[in-house]
């Protein structure tokens, strides 16, 4: 924990450029409305969940499904099986190893947001044809922020949570409006 504290206070007190003058860390990417440190803050922290990708990504569902118990049936094969047995099932591990990995390209390509654009739009899609909606991403949000929290203290400092709200909606607004193309009213 002191390692992360201490690169946090790193990171924000504006130290991140010293090594790399020429970078402007407070300059906003219109493309996704995050400053270069932002970036920086999201992408060096992602690799902090990546260290234990599946047992977050399972803790990441099995808190959502805590929360919206009325989603599991959205995921065929889990119906009806209790959420301690979900926990150390292959199949959820499959699922969310799947949007671990689909966070991590996100993540990946804040610097390309055209390739960003397309893969959302993808992902879009494919939600909106299996009628996810989108409460339910935003219901994901919320624990996923709160998962981020317990596990990089990011709580200690509202720029950091900012940096990942931020993120967390410039996916969502592309996986929006793919659901929108897909979804049969
Ligand atoms: C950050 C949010 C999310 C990301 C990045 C994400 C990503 C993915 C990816 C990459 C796949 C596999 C590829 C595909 O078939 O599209 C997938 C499958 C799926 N997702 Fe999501 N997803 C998210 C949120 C949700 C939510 C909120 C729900 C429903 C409540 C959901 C339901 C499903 C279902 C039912 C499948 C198919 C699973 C299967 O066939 O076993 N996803 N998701």
């Avoid at 690169?7 to 300059?27: E, F, H, K, Q, T």
């Avoid at 509202?158 to 969502?172: C, M, N, P, R």
């Amino acid at each position: 924990m002191g390692i992360i504290l201490s690169y946090l206070s790193y990171l924000w007190n504006g130290d991140a450029g010293a090594a790399a003058p020429a970078i402007d860390w407070d300059r906003t990417d219109p493309a996704t409305g995050l400053t270069a440190r932002q970036k920086k803050f999201v992408t060096d922290t992602w690799e902090l969940v990546k260290k234990d990708i599946k047992g977050n990504g399972v803790e990441l569902f099995i808190r959502f499904f805590e929360r919206r118990p009325d989603a599991v049936p959205r995921f065929r094969s889990f119906v009806g099986v209790p959420l301690e047995e979900l926990r150390h099932s292959k199949r959820l591990l499959a699922h969310t190893n799947s949007v671990m990995y689909a966070l991590d390209s996100v993540v990946a390509s804040l610097d390309d947001p055209e390739c960003l654009h397309e893969m959302l739009l993808k992902m879009g899609e494919n939600h909106g044809r299996r009628r996810v909606t989108e409460q339910e991403f935003l219901d994901l949000k919320v624990v996923l922020m709160d998962l981020l929290k317990d596990k990089l203290d990011i709580h200690l400092n509202e720029e950091g949570e900012e940096a990942w709200s931020k993120t967390i909606d410039v996916a969502y607004k592309g996986i929006f409006e793919g659901m929108k193309s897909e979804v049969v009213q």
